[in-house]
């Protein structure tokens, strides 16, 4: 059975909460706590003191959500191929461009079943199109397609 990573560390956090966690509460709001009639709008003060593990751990967790939160925009496609040399051809077309375009991105993935060259990071076709018309005589074929970007 899977079970996602996210349900799996939720679980676990809050089975392991009471252990690794130690509440201490103001002794003003225990009293009123106990007490038979309490004024509702009395503000209680609760500090939670974690370990400096679970403090990594949770910052960690933090960062992974961060990185795995995805941008779709704009890449413009200049190289796809198959068979055996496709990889070397792939990353030959790269190198090619960047010799031209060194202050552009471009990257080489696996797009089953081709191998292809994509350039930039584009959030909206306008700013693709842009550079697409620049590049288009030396690369004919090329067009723009919508992939994953990184954001800067």
């Known amino acids: 059975m899977f079970i996602p990573f996210k349900h799996l560390f939720s679980g676990l ?10 509440a201490q509460s103001d002794s003003s709001y225990s009293t009123q706590a106990n007490a038979s009639t309490t004024d509702s709008n009395t503000a209680a003060m609760v500090s939670i003191r974690m370990e400096p593990e679970l403090e990594r751990y949770i910052s960690l967790m933090d960062s992974l959500d961060v990185e795995q939160q995805k941008t779709f925009g704009y890449r413009i496609q200049i190289f796809s191929s198959s068979g055996p040399t496709a990889k070397k051809d792939a990353l030959k077309s790269q190198s ?20 292809v060259v994509r350039l930039g990071d584009y959030r909206n076709h306008l700013e693709a199109q842009e550079f697409h018309d620049e590049i288009k005589t ?5 067009f723009i397609v919508k992939d994953e970007i990184k954001m800067d």
């Open 13 to 22: 956090l809050m089975l392991g909460t009471p252990l690794l966690l130690q």
């Open 138 to 142: 030396i690369y004919p074929a090329s």
């Open 96 to 115: 090619e461009f960047l010799k031209l375009y060194s202050e552009h991105s471009a990257y080489t993935a696996w797009d089953y079943p081709n191998w």
